[in-house]
C-alpha cells in the first residue's frame, strides 16, 4: 500500500486495505503494526512524524525506501506460498450428522446469499474499474483480481446449489 506513494499511517494503510485488498487479503491492527516495525528495522520504510495542527496527536508516517521497493521485487519473484483456508462453514458440515438437515440447509442458504451479495458488489466494483481513471496498465491487474473473486463467488454459488439438492434428500 506504501507504494502508492502517498505517506500513510497505520490507521491510513487498514483503511486502504478494507477498501481495496479485503475481498481476498485482510489485515489486522494486531499484525500492521509489528509488520511496520519490522519493515522500519531492516530499512524497507521510514517513518516521519505528521506536525498537524496542534489540537491533534501527531501521526506517524510511513513510506517505502528504495530498499523495500527492491525487497518488494524480491517477493513478487518468490513462488505463492499456498495456504490452506479455514473454513467454519466446511468444519460444521463435516460435522452436520450432528444437526438437522434444516440447520446445514440454513447454513449452505445463508453462505449462498452471502456470494450472491459479493456478486453483485463486485459487478460494481468492476463497472468502476472499467470507466475510472486507472491507466490501462493498472486496470489489467485490478481486472484481474477482481475477476478471480467473481469466479470463486459464481463457483461456491454453484456448489451451494448442488449441496442444497443433496441435502435435501435427507428429508
Do not use: C
Not at 518468490?78 to 438437515?101: Q, Y
Amino acid at each position: 500500500m506504501l507504494t502508492f506513494g502517498k505517506k500513510k499511517s497505520g490507521y491510513d494503510l487498514k483503511k486502504a486495505i478494507a477498501a481495496s485488498t479485503a475481498n481476498f487479503w485482510s489485515e489486522s491492527y494486531g499484525n500492521i503494526y509489528p509488520t511496520l516495525k519490522k519493515l522500519l528495522e531492516e530499512g524497507s520504510i521510514q517513518e516521519e512524524n505528521d506536525k498537524a495542527a496542534a489540537t491533534k496527536r501527531p501521526k506517524q508516517l510511513y513510506s517505502i525506501t528504495e530498499k523495500g521497493r527492491e525487497s518488494l521485487k524480491q517477493w513478487f519473484r518468490r513462488p505463492v506460498a499456498e495456504r490452506s483456508e479455514d473454513n467454519e462453514l466446511l468444519l460444521k458440515l463435516f460435522f452436520g450428522a450432528m444437526m438437522s438437515p434444516g440447520e446445514s440447509l440454513a447454513l449452505v442458504r445463508a453462505h449462498r446469499d452471502h456470494h450472491v451479495a459479493l456478486l453483485e458488489r463486485l459487478k460494481a466494483i468492476e463497472r468502476r474499474i472499467m470507466t475510472g481513471p486507472s491507466t490501462d496498465k493498472r486496470r489489467v491487474y485490478l481486472w484481474a483480481t477482481l475477476s478471480y473473486g467473481q469466479a470463486v463467488s459464481q463457483a461456491l454459488i454453484q456448489w451451494s446449489d448442488a449441496t442444497e439438492k443433496a441435502l435435501q434428500t435427507l428429508g
